[in-house]
């Protein structure tokens, strides 16, 4: 298994550009997460979603828009980039669990918005 | 406010046991003990969860105090790799989604 895949692994942007982060997973979770890291902090939740169809707001949702239209699939967009959304990207994902929150992590996304 | 105080950074050296510390004294009856770890540049790795009872698992041990207000992770036997931040939550379970709430963690350096 691949486990949960980012494409592309860095990308650079300028001020307004529009693109779109690509999350898969193969290993038929149900739950889909997107965080940012910014340095020397920890992750926060941009979106999630608890099945395939959903989506739902996390922490710092603003000036990002997500679609879960598969549910290997999980899709980050940003339709027009802004400097302070340079950052690393993480896609996650997990089982529909009720006792445990164990999240599956990809390699993250590089972007810098110029 | 944070649900957990971590210490900003440790050391270990190479064979030795790792303890990392955590206080949650606000911790609820539902809300279980998370430990992940992010090596430099990689995705966060889930290590080990706990409610109540002491656990082990191939990668660490976690140690919850009785009353539940503080916690160790255990490294039994560190090396090099181990060197990454390592993150304590706090958080429920059975919630609608799975969230969890990443705070600054620790700064595990293992040194030869």
Known sequence: NAGVTQTPKFRVLKTGQSMTLLCAQDMNHEYMYWYRQDPGMGLRLIHYSVGEGTTAKGEVPDGYNVSRLKKQNFLLGLESAAPSQTSVYFCASSYLSPKQETQYFGPGTRLLVL | ?112
Request: glycine share 8%; proline share 5%; charged share 15%.
């Open chain 2, 1 to 112: 406010d944070a649900k957990t105080t971590q210490p900003p950074s440790m050391d270990c050296a190479e064979g030795r046991a790792a303890n990392l510390p955590c206080n949650h004294s606000t911790i609820s009856g539902n809300e279980y003990v998370y430990w992940y770890r992010q090596i430099h540049s990689q995705g966060p790795q889930y290590i080990i969860h706990g409610l109540k009872n002491n656990e082990t698992n191939e990668m660490a041990s976690l140690i919850i105090t009785e009353d539940r207000k503080s916690s160790t992770l255990i490294l039994p036997h560190a090396t090099l790799r181990d060197t990454a931040v390592y993150y304590c939550i706090v958080e429920a379970g059975g919630t609608s989604y799975g969230k969890l709430t990443f705070g600054q963690g620790t700064i595990l350096t293992v040194h030869p």
